[in-house]
């Protein structure tokens, strides 16, 4: 039982590691388009 318990709990923790690297990519990619954005806004003027 404790065994189950064991593997339940570390396949927890890889998906929590691979969810939060997914939302540092997309927080990433949204940094990147508002940095875009803020660009060309500023090469407009």
Do not use: H, P, Y
């Not at 189950?4 to 949204?30: H, N, Q, V, W, Y």
């Amino acid at each position: 039982m404790m065994r189950i318990f064991a593997c339940a709990l570390m396949l927890l923790g890889l998906a929590a590691c691979e969810t939060a690297k997914g939302a540092g990519r997309d927080i990433s990619k949204a940094g990147n388009a508002i940095s875009g954005a803020a660009q060309d806004v500023q090469n407009s003027f």
